[in-house]
């Protein structure tokens, strides 16, 4: 069972900067494939960025060169830095966890965030 709680979601400026945080309680962390979502309203949600046991990591291309996805399995934290803030990243951002003992995430949907709401506005 593993209980997640994100932070650092606000209100900022078009090309501002935020860093999400995503802290974990429960045993195993580094054994899951860690992820940040995110949901606008009116829309799906939508897989952001993503970081495996190994730490390889994978984005959705509208994020590529501005947003990173790092983990840190001593504390039991994931964090996104989104850069180059823009009006369309404005959503629900949520933290997603699966469990990878082989390295590869079972079915299922994991365990999820409460989430943070991000609002890029001038």
């Known amino acids: 069972q593993v209980q997640l709680v994100e932070s650092g979601g606000g209100l900022v400026q078009p090309g501002g900067s935020l860093r999400l945080s995503c802290a974990a309680s429960?045993?195993?962390?580094?054994?899951?494939?860690l992820g940040w979502y995110r949901q606008a309203p009116g829309n799906e949600r939508e897989l952001v960025a993503s970081?495996?046991?190994?730490?390889?990591?994978n984005y959705v291309d509208s994020v590529k060169g501005r947003f990173t996805i790092s983990r840190d399995n001593r504390k039991k934290l994931v964090f996104l830095q989104m850069n180059s803030l823009k009006p369309e990243d404005t959503a629900v951002y949520y933290c997603?966890?699966?469990?990878?003992?082989?390295?590869?995430?079972?079915?299922?949907?994991?365990?999820w965030g409460q989430g943070t709401q991000v609002t890029v506005s001038s």
């Open positions: 429960g045993s195993l962390f580094s054994m899951y494939v």
């Open positions: 970081i495996t046991t190994g730490g390889s990591t």
């Open positions: 997603n966890a699966k469990f990878a003992p082989t390295g590869n995430p079972g079915p299922g949907p994991g365990y």
